[in-house]
C-alpha cells in the first residue's frame, strides 16, 4: 500500500509540474470558429503624442458572440511596425491572429550628431566673448 501512494504522489507531482510549464502556452491559442466577423466598425483614431502607434480595433470572439474590443494607443517599438488583429477566412472556418509587432524591414536608425563645444569658448564666460561683463579690472574704467 505504500508502493501505491508513492507511486500515486509521484504521478501527482509530475503532473502539476507538467501544467506549470504547460500554462504559458495556452497564450498562444488561436481562435477558430465558423461565423464570419461583423463588419469593422468606425473609430475616430485620437492625436498619437510622440512614442506611440495606434492599434485599431477588432472583434474579439467571448465564446458565444464576437465583441467589439476598442482600438487603443501602444508605446512605439523602435524598428518594427505593429501588425493589427485581424481574421482570416480558410474554407468555412475564421481564424483570429492577434495583433502583434513586426520587424520593420526598411527602418534605419538615425543617429543624432553630437553639438561640438567651440574652442574659444569654455563654461565659465557664458557666451560673453570679449566681453567683461562689467568687470573692468581696477577702477572699474576703460583704458583706451
Do not use: C
Not at 81 to 99: V, Y
Request: charged content about 30%; overall charge positive; hydrophobic content about 30%.
Amino acid at each position: 500500500m505504500n508502493r501505491t501512494n508513492a507511486l500515486r504522489n509521484l504521478s501527482l507531482s509530475l503532473l502539476l509540474t507538467a501544467s506549470v510549464f504547460a500554462a504559458p502556452a495556452y497564450a498562444q491559442l488561436s481562435v477558430n470558429i465558423n461565423l464570419a466577423p461583423p463588419a469593422p466598425q468606425y473609430e475616430v483614431v485620437p492625436t498619437i503624442q510622440p512614442g506611440y502607434v495606434w492599434a485599431p480595433g477588432y472583434w474579439g470572439w467571448n465564446g458565444d458572440r464576437h465583441i467589439w474590443v476598442r482600438g487603443r494607443t501602444i508605446v512605439q517599438r523602435e524598428g518594427f511596425l505593429w501588425a493589427p488583429d485581424r481574421w482570416e477566412q480558410r474554407d468555412r472556418t475564421f481564424f483570429r491572429t492577434a495583433g502583434h509587432w513586426e520587424r520593420d524591414n526598411g527602418f534605419k536608425r538615425v543617429k543624432m550628431k553630437k553639438e561640438k563645444k567651440h574652442k574659444d569658448r569654455d563654461d565659465g564666460d557664458r557666451g560673453n566673448r570679449g566681453h567683461d561683463n562689467g568687470k573692468h579690472g581696477k577702477g572699474g574704467k576703460h583704458r583706451g
